[in-house]
C-alpha cells in the first residue's frame, strides 16, 4: 500500500507541474502575438535605415564622393578593441534561447583574443549578466529588467554608451548580438556590426539609385541618420529578443506539458500494475487462509 501511496503522490505532483506549464504557455502565447506584431512592423524601418546605411558606405568607401570622411564608415582591418552588445532575457524557462546567444559571444571573444584583440562586453538581460559574472568576466555595462519591457528611450541610453566610447576612439568596432525571432517554432542567431558601417559584399547601388551626397549638407543629415541608425537597430534587437524569447518559451512550456503527460501515463500503467498485485497477493491469502482452515 505504501507503493501505491508513493505513486499516487507522484501523479498528483506531475499533474499540478502539467497545469502550471500549460498556463505559462498559454500566457507566452498571448504575448508572443503582441511581440510578434511589433518585431514585425518594426522589421520593416530597420531594414530600410540599414538598406540607406550600406548604400552610403558603399558610395563613400568606393567613390570617396561628398568629400565625407566619418569615422563611422572607416573600416579598420586589424582592430585593438571591440565592444560587444549582447541581449538576454531575464527569465528563464525558455529552453536554449539563452544559451545561443552566450555561446555566440564566448566564440567572438575566442575569436577576437586569439588575434590579440581586446574584447568589452555590454549586457542586456540578467541570464547573459549572470553567465558572465560567474565566469568572472567583468561586464562594461549591465542593463537588467529592459530585455522584458524594451523602450526606445532605454534602447538610447544602452547604445549611447558604446557609439560614444567609438567616437572617442576608445574602442575599434561595435558589434550587437541576439536570439531573434524567425517564426512560432524557431529562433534565429543575428550577429550585427553595428559601427563601422560596411557595405555588404557584393553591393552595387550606382546603377539603381538616385542618391547624391552633397559635402555641407549631407553631413549634418547625415549625423542625424546615423544617430537614428544606432538607436533603432538597437531597439529593434531588444523587440526581436523578446518576440524570439516568448516563442521559445511557448516551445518549451508545450515540449514540458507533454512530456508531463507522458509520465502521468507512465506512473499511471505503474499504478494499475502495483494496484492489480495487491489485489493478487492479498487474493492469494484470503485463499491460503481458507485452505488452512479446513
Not at 78 to 85: A, C, G, L, Y
Not at 261 to 279: D, G, P, W
Request: overall charge neutral.
Amino acid at each position: 500500500m505504501s507503493n501505491l501511496k508513493e505513486i499516487k503522490r507522484k501523479i498528483k505532483s506531475v499533474e499540478n507541474t502539467q497545469k502550471t506549464t500549460r498556463a505559462m504557455k498559454l500566457v507566452s502565447t498571448a504575448k508572443l502575438k503582441r511581440a510578434e506584431t511589433a518585431a514585425k512592423q518594426s522589421r520593416v524601418y530597420a531594414d530600410k535605415i540599414n538598406e540607406v546605411l550600406s548604400e552610403i558606405a558603399y558610395k563613400i568607401n568606393q567613390y570617396k564622393v561628398g568629400g565625407i570622411e566619418s569615422r563611422f564608415f572607416d573600416v579598420i582591418d586589424n582592430p585593438e578593441k571591440v565592444d560587444i552588445v549582447f541581449v538576454t532575457a531575464d527569465k528563464g524557462l525558455c529552453g536554449g534561447f539563452n544559451v545561443q546567444t552566450i555561446k555566440a559571444v564566448k566564440r567572438l571573444m575566442e575569436e577576437y583574443k586569439s588575434k590579440k584583440v581586446k574584447v568589452r562586453l555590454r549586457g542586456v538581460g540578467r541570464k547573459g549578466i549572470d553567465f558572465f559574472k560567474f565566469q568572472d568576466i567583468e561586464l562594461k555595462s549591465e542593463y537588467v529588467g529592459v530585455s522584458s519591457a524594451p523602450t526606445y528611450e532605454k534602447a538610447q541610453e544602452i547604445i549611447a554608451e558604446a557609439i560614444e566610447d567609438f567616437t572617442n576612439g576608445a574602442t575599434d568596432k561595435v558589434i550587437l548580438v541576439h536570439n531573434g525571432y524567425k517564426n512560432m517554432i524557431s529562433q534565429e542567431l543575428k550577429i550585427n556590426d553595428i559601427v563601422p558601417v560596411e557595405e555588404p559584399a557584393g553591393f552595387e547601388s550606382e546603377s539603381k539609385s538616385l542618391m547624391t551626397l552633397e559635402p555641407e549638407e549631407d553631413e549634418t543629415i547625415l549625423d542625424s541618420l546615423m544617430k537614428k541608425y544606432f538607436e533603432y537597430n538597437m531597439y529593434y534587437a531588444l523587440i526581436d529578443s523578446l518576440a524570439a524569447e516568448h516563442s521559445a518559451r511557448m516551445q518549451a512550456m508545450d515540449n514540458a506539458t507533454n512530456n508531463a503527460s507522458e509520465r502521468v501515463a507512465m506512473l499511471t500503467l505503474a499504478y494499475n500494475k502495483a494496484r492489480q498485485e495487491a489485489i493478487t497477493t492479498e487474493l492469494i491469502e484470503i485463499i491460503s487462509g481458507v485452505e488452512s482452515m479446513k
